[in-house]
T-cell receptor, first 113, second 110 residues
Framework: KQEVTQIPAALSVPEGENLVLNCSFT??????LQWFRQDPGKGLTSLLL?????REQTSGRLNASLDKSSGRSTLYIAASQPGDSATYLC????????????FGPGTRLSVLP | AAGVIQSPRHLIKEKRETATLKCYPI?????VYWYQQGPGQDPQFLIS???????DKGSIPDRFSAQQFSDYHSELNMSSLELGDSALYFC?????????FGQGTRLTVV
């Protein structure tokens, strides 16, 4: 059974810092890995999608990498801003037809002005 | 651009009542997923549909049922509601790779 973990559980940084969020998964037979942002009580916003054949994806100040063989992904946020404060979840889809997501518990990020 | 639409956004029901949650996927998306997110928890997969047929089933209670209609919208029917059913229910859709989530329906059972 696929299990996804995220480290750290919570992170508080001053504005302007670069930071790294970590995601690990136990079964390397994944189809996709997707990073999401969730504001308190709100929906999930897709940030980056990495397909299993890819190594990284970039969008603005965000960069996500994937090492499928070791079961790890990192989300790098450059020059953090208070508006980045949210919970960041990674999720993987299995290498099967259903492609339902297994989510990690998330990293709660606070960027202090 | 059109996103995944869920209705209602908020719903309050009493124990043992029934509830119906609706999801309208992004146009031309053929796959719909339902997730349940309890307070302080990560989303848990309930059920998915591809081309109006159930494609996968997760931790969906027997009291719940769902279907996808000819226009690809989906409904999650919940009966004999329990206090523990209080959660944020998400619907997601995709066509191929990237999935997009709706804003969720917050169900409170009192």
């Amino acid at each position: 059974k696929q299990e996804v973990t995220q480290i750290p559980a919570a992170l508080s940084v001053p504005e302007g810092e670069n930071l790294v969020l970590n995601c690990s998964f136990t079964d390397s037979a994944i189809y996709n890995l997707q990073w999401f942002r969730q504001d308190p009580g709100k929906g999930l916003t897709s940030l980056l999608l990495i397909q299993s054949s890819q190594r990284e994806q970039t969008s603005g100040r965000l960069n996500a990498s994937l090492d499928k063989s070791s079961g790890r992904s990192t989300l790098y946020i450059a020059a953090s801003q208070p508006g980045d404060s949210a919970t960041y979840l990674c999720a993987v889809t299995a290498d099967n037809y259903g492609q339902n997501f297994v989510f990690g518990p998330g990293t709660r990020l606070s960027v202090l002005p | 651009a059109a996103g995944v639409i869920q209705s209602p956004r908020h719903l309050i029901k009493e124990k043992r009542e029934t509830a119906t949650l609706k999801c309208y996927p992004i146009p031309r998306h053929d796959t719909v997923y339902w997730y349940q997110q309890g307070p302080g928890q990560d989303p848990q997969f309930l059920i998915s549909f591809y081309e109006k047929m159930q494609s996968d089933k997760g931790s969906i209670p027997d009291r719940f049922s769902a279907q996808q209609f000819s226009d690809y919208h989906s409904e999650l029917n919940m009966s004999s509601l329990e206090l523990g059913d209080s959660a944020l229910y998400f619907c997601a859709s995709n066509r191929g790779t990237e999935a997009f989530f709706g804003q969720g329906t917050r169900l409170t059972v009192v």
